[in-house]
């Protein structure tokens, strides 16, 4: 699979693949508010610039993953990203993350609207028959987005992991092309 260099939009939204130079101390600043990051793996990492160039070259490098880059159509403020990774070519599945280091823009169905665009993306142009979603119990925002683009949850974890020093669950949530909502 030749690795494409991705540039979309939804109806708020311009997607487009991340480079080097995209990492700046606004994306900095993201990794490293812990009110961002509370539910990102790397919460406990202090991230520098570059740290973030660092993991965009190894995104850009790694052909079974797209780190793409959400910008607001109206404004062209860069508000997050979202990843689709470990894509496996045999099997046609794949996962997907995103953050919205933008708080201004929480709360708003930007998280939903792009789930489904990037999803739509996946199941159309890598050719997925399914993707699949992790995220905390308590990250009800998370769950309630995926849920809404069309996930399904497949399991629930219990005590997967830790979280502000105590066990808690994570759920696994699955989409195949015709549950896309």
Not at 6 to 29: G, P
Not at 84 to 90: A, E, Q, R, S, V
Request: aromatic share 12%.
């Amino acid at each position: 699979m030749k690795k494409l260099v991705i540039s979309f939009s939804s109806k708020r939204i311009d997607f487009r693949s991340l480079t080097v130079s995209d990492a700046n101390q606004t994306y900095v600043d993201w990794l490293n508010d812990p009110i961002v990051n509370q539910h990102l793996e790397i919460k406990n990492i202090t991230s520098t610039i570059n740290s973030c160039e660092n993991y965009i070259a190894g995104s850009v490098a790694n052909e079974n993953e797209y780190l793409l880059g959400m910008f607001d159509i109206a404004s062209g403020k860069h508000i997050g990203n979202i990843k689709i990774y470990l894509i496996n070519t045999t099997h046609k599945t794949a996962e997907i993350g995103l953050m919205i280091g933008e708080k201004e823009f929480w709360g708003q169905g930007y998280a939903t609207e792009a789930i489904r665009c990037v999803s739509r993306w996946g199941f159309e142009y890598l050719n997925l028959e399914k993707i699949s979603a992790g995220c905390y119990e308590v990250n009800l925002a998370s769950h309630k987005s995926f849920l809404k683009a069309g996930f399904k949850v497949e399991a629930f974890l219990r005590s997967q992991c830790i979280f502000e020093g105590n066990r808690i669950g994570c759920f696994r949530l699955g989409l195949l092309p015709d549950e896309l909502t």
